[in-house]
């Protein structure tokens, strides 16, 4: 587990540079016309990360929770695959975004080989929480998860706003 949590941070450490300076600083999402599917699937997304990458530094998820979080996990793939067909269809991605988005694929994919068969061990457990401490990762992990929360939160507000009248 301690190899899928050091992955974890790399991840989500890739999403946040993707976010920071993609989404917020060069390409200004919540502001675009026609962004608004975009930032939708993007908050739904972070609400799934924020609750994967809070956890899995602190806790197990045993019994029938196991199989919770593989939907999690199984809801951020297809999220992310409707998100890149959201994006082609609306903006051009700089080349430098697509080649970040290429690599957290494999990030994600290294990540879900360490963690599937921990999961798949603790589905065997008794339900409910178990302790899994993961030190200085953890509490990083913790401080992404509440970036990726707010920015889940700013990216909903965002995606509610009205569409000017001259883009429509």
């Known amino acids: 587990m301690r190899i899928a949590i050091w992955i974890l941070l790399v991840q989500a450490s890739l999403g946040a540079f993707d976010t920071i300076y993609y989404h917020e600083y060069k390409l ?11 930032l939708r699937l993007h908050a739904i997304r972070d609400f799934c990360y924020a609750a994967i990458i809070a956890s ?16 999690i996990l199984a809801a951020e793939i297809v999220i992310t695959l409707w998100d890149f067909v959201e994006e ?13 988005h290429a690599i957290m694929g494999i990030v994600y994919g290294t990540f879900l080989a360490y963690l599937l068969p921990d999961l798949w061990l603790w589905s065997k457990s008794p339900m409910g929480w178990g302790p899994s401490y993961h030190g200085i990762p953890a509490w990083i992990l913790a401080v992404i998860a509440a970036g990726v929360l707010m920015s889940g939160v700013r990216d909903l507000v965002a995606s509610l706003r009205p569409v000017s009248a001259s883009t429509q």
Request: proline share 8%; with cysteine; charged share 25%.
């Open 28 to 38: 200004k999402l919540p502001y675009g016309d026609h962004t608004q599917m975009e």
């Open 56 to 71: 899995l530094g602190f806790v197990t998820w045993r019994g029938w929770l196991a199989y919770l979080l593989l939907a």
């Open 88 to 100: 082609d269809k609306v903006r051009r991605l700089p080349p430098g975004e697509r080649c970040t």
